[in-house]
Antibody, heavy 128, light 107 residues
């Protein structure tokens, strides 16, 4: 079965960087986008960007451009997300999620831009 | 950016009730609208994609409808495991965005 296993919780000081890993199993890693989504305590969901593991192409949300780097290692089926210049507002649970199949049946599209499997989440706390 | 407005923000219901949640998009997104639910301390789970298609393994009491800007998620008979927060998400245009969530609580 599809599984995404993320690295453990992290505490960082303001101005530091954090790197989260997301190891995929149960499917062909390069065939599906990996998205990153975060959720601040008690808040809703915020999309950060995607990476295409096949090509390495990526599309970070404009809000995070210049501060986020998404990479992948196809030899270990692992995606990574690094967020730099952390501030307290970055305290959140960070999720990786697999994109959809990328096919359409009639007008029903299981788009690459939806999230059909999720990691367990990684809590990042930014505190001095 | 495409804004998604969910209503209500919370509701109280009993087991067996029919529950309806709405999601309105700020512009035409066709049927590129997906629904998730999230239980406390857990990751979200995909329920409905493309406005009305049931994700594999999701019970048939969940259904979705709508297109263009107005969408609905319906739970035909609420079960104890359905008490959660529900989110809509548009997959039409980056940046991908979510609705603010609807918390379904036990009456």
């Amino acid at each position: 079965q599809v599984q995404l296993v993320q690295s453990g919780a992290d505490v960082e000081k303001p101005g530091a960087s954090v790197r989260i890993s997301c190891k995929a199993s149960g499917y062909t890693f390069i065939d599906y986008y990996i998205h990153w989504v975060r959720q601040a305590p008690g808040q809703g969901l915020e999309w950060m960007g995607w990476i295409n593991p096949h090509s390495g192409g990526r599309n970070p949300a404009q809000k995070f451009q210049g501060r986020v780097t998404m990479t992948r290692d196809t030899s270990s089926n692992t995606a990574y997300m690094e967020l730099r210049r952390l501030e307290s507002a970055d305290t959140a649970v960070y999720y990786c999620a697999r994109g959809g199949e990328g096919y359409c049946s009639g007008d029903k599209c299981h788009s690459r831009l939806l999230f059909d499997s999720w990691g367990q989440g990684t809590l990042v706390t930014v505190s001095s | 950016d495409i804004q998604l407005t969910q209503s209500p923000s919370s509701l109280s219901a009993s087991v067996g009730d029919r529950v309806t949640i709405t999601c309105r998009a700020s512009q035409n997104i066709g049927t590129y609208l997906n629904w998730y639910h999230q239980k406390p301390g857990k990751a979200p789970k995909l329920l409905i994609y493309a406005a009305s298609a049931l994700q594999s393994g999701v019970p048939s009491r969940f259904s979705g409808s709508g297109s263009v800007t107005d969408f609905t998620l319906t739970i035909s008979s609420l079960q104890p495991e359905d008490f959660a927060t529900y989110y809509c998400q548009q997959s039409h245009t980056a940046p991908l965005t979510f609705g603010g969530g609807t918390k379904v609580e036990i009456k």
